[in-house]
T-cell receptor, first 111, second 110 residues
Framework: GQQVMQIPQYQHVQEGEDFTTYCNSSTTLSNIQWYKQRPGGHPVFLIQLVKSGEVKKQKRLTFQFGEAKKNSSLHITATQTTDVGTYFCAGRTGTASKLTFGTGTRLQVTL | EPEVTQTPSHQVTQMGQEVILRCVPISNHLYFYWYRQILGQKVEFLVSFYNNEISEKSEIFDDQFSVERPDGSNFTLKIRSTKLEDSAMYFC????????FGSGTRLTVV
């Protein structure tokens, strides 16, 4: 079945440093979504990417969808303590409605 | 902002008992979902529901699981005979243009 892997599993940065998480799917995706989950919380939708090579920005967050639509990345510039949480990518294939979540990257930010 | 509401927030049940998890999706959304997350692990798809029927389900969603939309607002997940390994956070979600997740029900089977 489809697998979506993320690296790294865990990253600890100091506030102000940059952070990137990478997402790789075993199959071509029709679109990819990114979610943030705070400790003890639920996934919160951040963004959806649909087009090959698409890049979208939300303030300090930059999202990219690969040309082959099998990988994606999330980059956070100048992290803040409020960025703490686990970041999941989640992909859809074809016309299926279900999301296959990635393994997640847990980000810890300290002062 | 519209929310997906889940009840209860925490349920403890004995192994072998039936549980019903309840969700109120966003009213103008058409697709409804159940996902689960075992502690510290990724979010796993269980089932999607569209037009009053299951549109997709995963291998996790076996005969012990069922979903219903008993009225115009509620969406329920029933586990007939709970097992220890059913202990997890269960998230309901609905989608229109994007997904909105509820805050989850933590199910503990003892």
């Amino acid at each position: 079945g489809q697998q979506v892997m993320q690296i790294p599993q865990y990253q600890h940065v100091q506030e102000g440093e940059d952070f990137t998480t990478y997402c790789n799917s075993s199959t071509t995706l029709s679109n990819i979504q990114w979610y943030k989950q705070r400790p003890g919380g639920h996934p919160v939708f951040l963004i959806q990417l649909v087009k090959s090579g698409e890049v979208k920005k939300q303030k300090r967050l930059t999202f990219q969808f690969g040309e082959a639509k099998k990988n994606s990345s999330l980059h956070i510039t100048a992290t803040q303590t409020t960025d703490v949480g686990t970041y999941f990518c989640a992909g859809r294939t074809g016309t299926a409605s279900k999301l296959t979540f990635g393994t997640g990257t847990r980000l810890q930010v300290t002062l | 902002e519209p929310e997906v509401t889940q009840t209860p927030s925490h349920q403890v049940t004995q192994m072998g008992q039936e549980v019903i998890l309840r969700c109120v999706p966003i009213s103008n959304h058409l697709y409804f979902y159940w996902y689960r997350q075992i502690l510290g692990q990724k979010v796993e798809f269980l089932v999607s529901f569209y037009n009053n029927e299951i549109s997709e389900k995963s291998e996790i969603f076996d005969d012990q699981f069922s979903v219903e939309r008993p009225d115009g607002s509620n969406f329920t997940l029933k586990i007939r005979s709970t097992k220890l390994e059913d202990s997890a956070m269960y998230f309901c979600a609905s989608s229109g243009n994007g997904y909105t997740f509820g805050s989850g029900t933590r199910l503990t089977v003892v």
